[in-house]
């Protein structure tokens, strides 16, 4: 079993629309929890860490579900500048970073 | 600042030849890494540092060495490049939670 998983997409949306998506792992020690954006042909950079409580950054809000070991991304209100690729990274074991396979994201006019 | 720098950015092989890919931080940053991005698999960790001196294996270690000998570099050797090493290879550094990756090399064995 992959210790991250998530819906690969495409999720085609137009802009404004919200959109969300998921990703669940594996090993239920985890501790630590990112979002990363990818855009094509690039290297990732982090989005945004996900905090126990949820946690917010203007049109982004990431959510952390422990009992069902799943983690959230919505973005509100989305730009045509957030088409990318979003990464889920998951932090399980001291030193070691898994990244899920991505989620594609293509807003559209 | 540089950032996180990789050498080559494109390099194609010969099966069986060897290769070291470079990596070089000037952020000052005790941990580094290499993933490797294969389509539809994500990055997955080939080898980590704490520190200079010291290395240790991730998820997909085997046909890969490294060493760390200062805080500023981090270089991954292909001993005897195999084409199922085809892929994109991204070294990072880590500041606290973030990881600053640097641009890729994109490797090609035939």
């Known amino acids: 079993r992959k210790e991250v998983e998530q819906d690969p997409g495409p999720f085609n949306v137009p802009e404004g629309a919200t959109v969300a998506f998921n990703c669940t792992y594996s090993n239920s020690a985890s501790q630590s929890f990112f979002w990363y954006r990818q855009d094509c042909r690039k290297e990732p950079k982090l989005l945004m860490s996900?905090?126990?409580s949820g946690n917010e950054d203007g049109r982004f809000t990431a959510q952390l579900n422990r009992a069902s070991q799943y983690i959230s991304l919505l973005i509100r209100d989305s730009k045509l500048s957030d088409s990318a690729t979003y990464l889920c990274v998951v932090n399980p074991h001291f030193n070691k970073f898994y990244f899920g396979s991505g989620t594609k994201l293509n807003v559209k006019p | 600042n540089a950032g996180v720098t990789q050498t080559p950015k494109f390099q194609v092989l010969k099966t069986g030849q060897s290769m070291t890919l470079q990596c070089a931080q000037d952020m000052n940053h005790e941990y580094m890494s290499w993933y490797r991005q294969d389509p539809g698999m994500g990055l997955r960790l080939i080898h980590y540092s704490v520190g200079a001196g010291i290395t240790d294996q991730g998820e997909v270690p085997n046909g890969y060495n490294v060493s760390r000998s200062t805080t500023e570099d981090f270089p991954l050797r292909l001993l005897s490049a195999a084409p199922s090493q085809t892929s994109v290879y991204f070294c990072?550094?880590?500041?606290?939670?973030?990881?600053?990756f640097g641009p890729g090399t994109r490797l090609l064995v035939l």
């Open positions: 996900v905090y126990s």
């Open positions: 990072a550094s880590r500041y606290q939670e973030t990881q600053y």
